[in-house]
């Protein structure tokens, strides 16, 4: 079924960056396109960003856009999302998760989700 | 507030039926975007329970089922068990934010 695991989160200042990543395994990385979602300390799902199986298309939410990079390297099974300008808001548990297709992933569903990774924003 | 428009929560005892409605707009469900669903027990990753408006993952048992018309679609659970008890989101697509929308999620209590 495949297996996503996520690491990189932390204490961050507000204005500071940071690069979460998303290790897979026991799936074709390179055939699948990869999301991050966020979940604000009890709040709802909150998608980020999507990126095809090539890396060739990358669609990010309003929230994120231009301060966020998502990312991947299909030679070690791994996906990135690059957080800049980072403020409270962006407090949350990052999750990647599988896409159901190799085509068009924002359409068709995450079918694999990681345990997430912390970020706290925070002077 | 999310474009997709779940209730907070439902509830119900075991053994019954109850469906979760998620609400959306002629730029997302309306637009025929598929809708899926999402089972969220606390402090847990999400895990896929619908896709593509009726479709289940192999594991999911047909006690769940979900449908799609216009601009909204709905959950259903039959034969409720205490297991069942977690936060359900639908997601679809949006043309006119180009991108993935999450509804708020609603949260099934087993009485």
């Known amino acids: 079924q495949g297996q996503l695991v996520e690491s990189g989160g932390g204490v961050v200042q507000p204005g500071k960056s940071l690069r979460l990543s998303c290790a897979a395994s026991r799936f074709n990385f390179l055939n699948f396109g990869m999301h991050w979602v966020r979940q604000a300390p009890g709040k709802g799902l909150d998608w980020v960003a999507v990126i095809s199986f090539d890396g060739s298309e990358k669609y990010y939410s309003d929230s994120v856009k231009g301060r966020f990079t998502i990312s991947r390297d299909n030679s070690n099974n791994t996906l990135y999302l690059h957080l800049t300008s980072l403020t409270s808001e962006d407090s949350a548990v990052y999750f990647c998760a599988k896409g159901r297709t190799i085509y068009a992933p924002q359409y068709y569903g995450m079918d694999v989700w990681g345990q997430g990774t912390r970020v706290t924003v925070s002077s | 507030q999310s474009v997709l428009t779940q209730p907070p929560s439902v509830s119900g005892a075991p053994g019954q039926r109850v469906t979760i409605s998620c609400t959306g707009t002629?730029?997302?469900?309306?637009?025929?975007?598929?809708v899926h669903w999402y089972q969220q027990i606390s402090g847990r990753a999400p895990k896929l329970l619908i896709f593509t408006n009726n479709n289940r993952p192999s594991g999911v048992p047909d006690r769940f089922s979900a449908s799609k018309s216009g601009t909204s679609a709905s959950l259903t659970v039959v034969g409720l068990r205490a297991e069942d008890e977690a936060t359900y989101y639908c997601?679809?697509?949006?043309?006119?934010?180009?991108?993935?929308?999450f509804g708020g999620g609603t949260q099934l209590v087993v009485l």
């Open positions: 997601q679809s697509y949006d043309s006119g934010l180009s991108g993935v929308l």
């Open positions: 002629n730029s997302n469900i309306g637009a025929a975007y598929d």
